[in-house]
């Protein structure tokens, strides 16, 4: 470039965000705002949504979803999906229930039933990261087969005559928590640090970001897609001990549709749906948010079929509060 | 014995042969410039270096030992770096994350040290003079500012043979420098420097050697001491190339006013103005980040703004979208040919009529294929896109190629105004000579161009006028002798006060309407 | 313990398996109707057929304060922790349509394993004691399951019938249309079909009448839409087990408000089914 | 000023790929060939397959999902997805029904569903279009709310006595083909021409490939995509009047899962799922792929819980053997 130089760059760019630009620039923003709007309509609407049992109502509703989200999460910010959630929920469960009926120990029902999980998890994640397959399509045809073996395994009829000492993961408490609110917390704690605190979770972000220049980095890519798909198996397989726990039988019909509401809590938590960007902490924002809704309109004995309206019109809003981050 | 050896290296491409047995060494402690037209294959020939790309046949070898690189993350284990001539950053992650991606310094648990990264890499950016925030996503960053992070990321592997395929193509001479000095440092310390650009004088600069190739074949190695720039232009197309830049004769008509905008930019305190005449070029001048693209987005529509003001041959319009900038005869070239100006998945045809498959409606809304074919055709004759066919997908053609396609989809268009934004960003000589022809024959039809450019001879050799950005104004308006390199840099450097960039608004804007 | 307050004080609270199935919009409205004139107020909601939407539903209306709790249970195990909440909140719980585990206070439904048995049996006496017979299956619920079994047990009884076939209609009208067709397909000298409830028998229907092959149909329930086809002359449809939905539910509240009141009264009321054919079905009515 | 000739060129330019490397290349192809593949299975396995009576059958009962994958092939097309199609499909023939049960004239009820069925795709495009919101949730929520506004309208009744003529649709005959199926070639017929021959199509891929480029090169892509999404909902629509004139009565609840098996459809039929590349015929051959799949199994007597593994395998297998063009 045969042009003068310039020494001087006088431009003051490049200054450093404030907290509270950070504060308004993190994903959960949003996502909290629409929580605390939707949160005190749902206060104002009825007398007895702010009532200490009743929020833990709440709580312990959402943490089905909530758990199963966070696999759903790391799947998303990947720029992926899992749509087998459901399923592979219902299907860890019932043989969680099933092995304890033909008199396992619980534990090692447990153990068995979260491994079914991964395992499933990891044959999704080895056809999208090895065999290259669209995870939409592979997590819709496993979720079928999963579905599948879950009624084979119990042949219809949903398992009990559970020993009651299973029933401590579903409606035990330890130090005055109900044992589900603990489990989703301890969930998303670990799922937190995975995801901000080492490698695996900045290649997650990165995958989901740019998958090429992530692979032409020298990540091994697929190596890490397979543990995304496992780690959502082994949520699911989590959700799915919870729910049997709290149902005290093993339900292989359970989970319809939970893949649809793992995905409105993420997005409604502010990650974006093609990937690279979201965080863990809008997605518990997000699965909250879906169970005030629920727990609100039923606290506020709106019909049934009016519900699905309310519920669709007041995620379509919150999404287009928070729509920029999204598009 | 060289540091680094590539021999009889040969690569096919479905359709092309890229590399044709062709050979390379690099001295440590050598800046070895690698040199041809687009399509060429240098990036090929890197890319097969570091691994992304297996050759056919050939071989790799680092101090005389054969090296089979499966993939980057060997190459860089045998400490082979590269700087990408397409961006590998990820736009999600902060620059620190990005620097160390898939190299995160990591404690005794398994967590990541990000006290320790960020330290590094403030320190990285000491020793390279770049002033970035290493924790903001690279997303926010500008593209100068990406490169430098693509460089920093390279040169914290701390490679013994580095690549660095068009790294000053988004940067200013300011910037070219620092890149240059940092250069200067690896060489001391004995690095092997691949460096590829299109720059003939960055070639004379910093390069100790270079490497000729032409259509995939290799060609020569020269000393640079020992050539100059006619006689590596001639080998590179293989024939004399005197003048890029055609004659200076101007069609600008400067009475019949095509163009008039106001724009006030959103978050701006001032509104700034410009005027084309018909068969002009006006150049956009200004340091990178100076507000040129966004002051051309503005111009389509394509960005929201505060005010904006058009009046097109004497009338009002009203512009909310790039379509209706269209409508009215109004076109980009964007800067971003990937981003934001091809579907890579197309075919050249598809990419070229995208706007203006109405022309092939014989009977509407049916599209003629032939006549769209036909159409294609002369129109990549007319711009020598080097391509097997015109229905040769897109996103496999090399950078200039691609450059070019985007060009032919304006030709015919029918266009009063086109806004061309770095239009020779990473394009060959030969093409380059070629796009200023296009220009010059365009105005000669009596259409206006915008043209913005990074690189002041282009902008010097080719404008009728200029107008000069600094921190996203209109800060001055050169005709004539006025537009020479040293005029536009004071004026692109130029320390400005933000709330009053040009002494007085509306003074500033009397003075614009009396120089143009 | 006992409650005090006067009928037209009370909440009744009914939590519903599904509502997109007459069946129950029929229960929905008669106990709509029986609410009123006691002049009470009613809340009901829709589980859809999952049980943990369901168990979140009765956790939600015990916060809100019902009185009393009728339970449409859609799986009679996984239900019990909402039977508990409900005790332990005092309040009393009758299952309604389908058993609930756990301590409920009255349990009233349909024998449905007589319903299936009946309903095949005359299907088995109709087609000569002889032929093959394909099940129209349903979701896999303790209810259908029964029906199932108790046609099983019916057509076990005729030597000469032959279960060739069984496949899931899912209870819904255009999936069991599909899945007849291909069983119409696959056994071209099918003579019996047994679908496990109207909806599903509504769908095979259609199939049956556009495949123009005789098979007879018996189903379950007594749908009025199915009724009405019942009463025409050569209907393929020979046999309805019909249950009684709005006496199913007037009966639990009933039961459930004695119990509230802490008055003496039996805690399980079997409601028989009828047998709905060609004869009786002009003056069946839900 | 001094260009280099063009004789300097010494490449085979411009040169027509051979029309076996079109085939080979075209992305019917793979689609295709699963497709054989299972249909001679199929024929293989069950002696009452190749009956003519059994074919018409298949192409009957996969005629819905075909239909529908039509609106859905758009949307996927463009990068996007529509989920709300079961529910609008489900809403519009209720509503058709309803009017006809309280005495509209056949046609007028018609008209009035299918323009229902695109005022809510339109409501989805204008949401993702100028709202700018992902389509995966915006469908996601008027998916609940189609459902629940379906359900307020019929009470949860299905509407019957529908006037006989109205049984054409379904049921009727025009030169011995199904009306079913006719309508689902003439549906298919428009829709190739529209991507094949019009600009309009052009535009569809070309936003699938490239969003930005393409608004910037002056396509109103917001124009084209609430077009997109307004197709999905006609499309969905037309699917009602078949489902509804093929049971003579509105089904509030009919379509449940249906957006899955078509979005299963358009990705057995070699779309990518990012958008940009896919062939409306591979989609058809995606839904019937579908429909022997279900057929088949049916006809083999295949027990319906080992059937959801059977079909997820199969789908799985597809897509792995075509996989190369969606990854
Ligand atoms: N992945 C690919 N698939 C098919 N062809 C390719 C691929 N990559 C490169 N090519 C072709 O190989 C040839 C060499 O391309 P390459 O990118 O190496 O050129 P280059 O010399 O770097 O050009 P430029 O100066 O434009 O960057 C071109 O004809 C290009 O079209
Ligand atoms: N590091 C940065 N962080 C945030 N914003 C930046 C940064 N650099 C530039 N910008 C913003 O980008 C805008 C100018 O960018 P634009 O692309 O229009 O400039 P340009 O002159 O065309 O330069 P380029 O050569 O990079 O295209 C300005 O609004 C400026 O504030
Ligand atoms: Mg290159
Ligand atoms: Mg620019």
Redesign the pocket.
């Known amino acids: 470039m045969s042009t003068p130089t310039s020494d001087a760059n006088p431009q003051p760019r490049r200054q450093r965000r404030s907290r509270a630009s950070r504060l308004l620039h993190s994903p959960v923003f949003f996502p909290l705002v629409g929580f605390i709007a939707v949160f005190i309509v749902m206060a104002l609407a009825n007398d007895n949504f702010l009532l200490p049992n009743n929020l833990t109502n709440v709580a312990r509703q959402g943490a089905i979803i909530a758990i199963i989200a966070v696999g759903m999460s790391f799947a998303i910010f990947t720029g992926g999906i899992d749509l087998s959630v459901g399923p592979v929920m219902a299907l860890s469960g019932t043989i969680m229930a099933g092995l304890m009926a033909a008199g396992w120990p619980p534990t090692v029902a447990v153990i068995m039933g979260l491994l079914l999980g991964m395992v499933f998890g990891a044959f999704n994640g080895a056809c999208v990261a090895f065999a290259r397959m669209p995870p939409i399509i592979v997590t819709l045809a496993t979720m079928g087969i999963a579905r599948g073996l879950g009624l084979i395994y119990t042949g219809g009829y949903p398992i009990s005559g559970l020993p009651a000492g299973f029933s401590f993961f579903g409606r035990g408490e330890v130090v005055g928590i109900q044992v589900p609110i603990l489990i989703m917390l301890l969930v998303y704690l670990v799922a937190y640090v995975v995801l901000h605190h080492t490698s695996f979770g900045r290649y997650v972000y990165a995958i989901g970001g740019n998958e090429e220049a992530t692979r032409l980095t020298g990540i091994r890519v697929p190596r890490y897609k397979l543990l995304v798909y496992t780690i959502s198996g082994l949520t699911a397989a989590i959700a799915g001990l919870v729910i049997t726990s709290r149902l005290m039988s093993g339900q292989p019909n359970a989970g319809t549709g939970f893949e649809l509401d793992a995905i409105a809590a993420v997005v409604l938590g502010g990650a974006a749906i093609a990937g690279g960007r979201g965080a863990i902490l809008g997605t518990l924002v997000g699965a909250m948010l879906l169970a005030i809704l629920n727990n609100g309109l039923n606290l506020m004995g709106v019909s049934p079929y009016l519900q699905d309206v309310a519920k669709g019109t007041i995620i379509l809003l919150a999404i287009y509060i928070g729509r920029g981050r999204n598009a | 014995m060289a540091l680094l050896a590539l021999e009889k290296v040969s ?1 096919r ?7 044709n047995e062709v050979s390379l060494q690099v001295e440590a402690g050598e800046i070895h410039a ?1 040199l ?12 097969i270096l570091c691994g992304i ?1 297996q050759p056919d046949s050939g071989e790799i070898l680092i101090d005389g030992t054969p090296q089979h690189f499966s993939s980057y993350r060997r190459a860089c284990a045998a400490g082979v770096g590269i700087v990408f ?1 397409e961006f590998s950053l990820i736009p999600g992650l902060s620059v620190v994350d990005n620097i160390f991606l898939g190299r995160e310094p990591r404690n005794r648990l398994g967590l990541i040290r990000h006290g320790v990264m960020l330290k590094q890499a403030n320190a990285l950016f000491e020793r390279l003079d770049i002033d970035i925030d290493p924790q903001i996503h690279v997303h926010h960053l500008s593209v100068a500012d990406q490169q430098f992070v693509e460089i920093a990321k390279a040169l914290s592997l701390n490679a013994r043979v580095l690549v660095l ?2 790294p000053t193509a988004p940067l200013t001479p300011t910037e070219v420098e620092r890149l240059f000095t940092i250069m200067r440092q690896l060489r001391e310390q004995g690095v092997a420097m691949v460096f ?1 650009s ?1 720059h003939m004088e960055e070639i004379f600069e910093i390069c100790d050697r270079v490497t000729v ?1 032409r259509d ?1 074949e290799y060609v020569t190695t020269l000393e640079v001491a020992d050539t100059d720039a006619g006689a590596l232009v001639e080998l590179m197309v293989g024939r004399r190339v005197d003048n890029i830049f055609p004659d200076h004769h101007s069609h600008a008509d400067s009475d019949d006013i095509v163009l008039e905008a106001r724009i006030r930019m959103a978050g701006r305190k001032h509104t700034d103005y410009i005027q084309l005449a018909r068969g002009e070029i006006l150049g956009f001048a200004g340091l990178v980040g100076s507000g040129r693209t966004e002051m051309a987005l503005a111009m389509i529509g394509a960005q929201p703004v505060t005010e904006r003001q058009m009046q097109l041959e004497g009338h009002k319009v009203t512009l909310k979208s790039p379509a209706d900038a269209l409508k009215r005869g109004i076109g980009l070239l964007p800067e971003n040919r990937k981003q934001q100006g091809l579907i890579l998945p197309f075919t050249c045809a598809d990419n070229i009529t995208l706007n203006h498959l109405k022309h092939f409606q014989t009977r509407p809304p049916f599209i003629s294929r032939r006549r769209e074919r036909e159409a294609v055709e002369a129109l990549m004759d007319r711009v020598r896109v ?2 097997p066919g015109s229905d ?1 997908v897109v ?9 070019k396609v985007v060009i032919a989809r304006w030709l015919e268009r029918g266009c009063r105004v086109l806004i061309f934004d770095e239009p020779t960003r ?3 000589v030969g093409a380059k000579s070629e796009i200023y022809a296009l220009m010059k024959t365009l105005t000669a039809q009596g259409i206006s161009i915008v043209m913005i450019s990074s690189e002041l001879p282009e902008i010097t050799g080719l404008c009728d006028r200029v107008l000069v950005f600094n921190h996203g104004h209109v800060v001055a308006a050169l005709s004539g002798d006025e537009i020479e390199a040293g005029t536009i840099m004071t004026h692109a450097t130029r320390q400005i006060s933000l709330d009053n960039p040009t002494g007085s608004t509306d003074e500033s804007v009397a003075t614009l309407e009396r120089a143009s | 313990e006992t409650g005090d307050k006067a009928d037209d004080e009370l909440v009744i609270g009914m939590s519903f398996q599904e509502l997109n199935n007459v069946y129950f919009v029929t229960m929905q409205r008669a106990l709509q109707e029986a609410v009123n004139e006691m002049g009470a107020s009613l809340v009901f909601t829709d589980a859809r057929h999952d049980i943990a939407k369901q168990i979140n539903d009765v956790e939600d209306m015990l916060q809100r304060g019902v009185d009393i709790l009728l339970l449409n249970p859609t799986d009679s195990v996984g239900i019990q922790s909402a039977v508990m909440s409900a005790h332990d909140a005092g309040v009393p719980v009758v299952a309604v349509d389908a058993q609930a585990e756990g301590p409920i206070d009255g349990f009233v439904g349909s024998k449905n394993f007589d319903a299936g048995y009946k309903a095949c049996h005359y299907m088995g006496e109709q087609l000569g004691g002889e032929g093959k017979v394909a099940i129209l299956d349903g979701i896999p619920v303790i209810p259908i399951l029964e029906r199932v079994e108790g046609c099983q047990k019916a057509l076990g009884e005729f030597e000469s019938i032959e279960v060739v076939d069984k496949q899931n209609g899912h209870q819904e009208r255009s999936t069991a249309m599909n899945v007849t067709e291909n069983m119409l397909q696959a056994h071209p000298d099918l003579a019996g079909i047994f679908s496990v409830n109207d909806v599903g028998s509504l769908g095979a229907l259609v199939a049956i009448q556009s495949s123009g092959m005789d098979v007879k149909l018996a189903s379950v329930d007594g749908n009025p839409e199915a009724v009405k086809v019942l009463a025409q002359p050569n209907s393929p449809l020979i046999a309805i087990a019909a249950q009684h939905p709005a006496t199913m539910v007037v009966q639990a509240l009933e039961l459930a408000v004695k119990k509230y009141r802490g008055e003496e009264s039996p805690s399980e009321v079997p409601i028989d089914v009828t047998l709905v054919t060609a004869d009786n079905a002009k003056e069946f009515t839900w």
Chains 1, 4 share one sequence.
């Open positions: 690569k491409f479905p359709g092309v042969r890229a590399l690698l041809g037209e687009n399509g060429a294959g240098k990036s090929t020939l890197m890319k790309h001539q395929d068009e590829i299109h190739l995939g080097k391509a040769t996103g496999t053609l090399s950078g200039g190629n691609q450059q990473g394009i060959d």
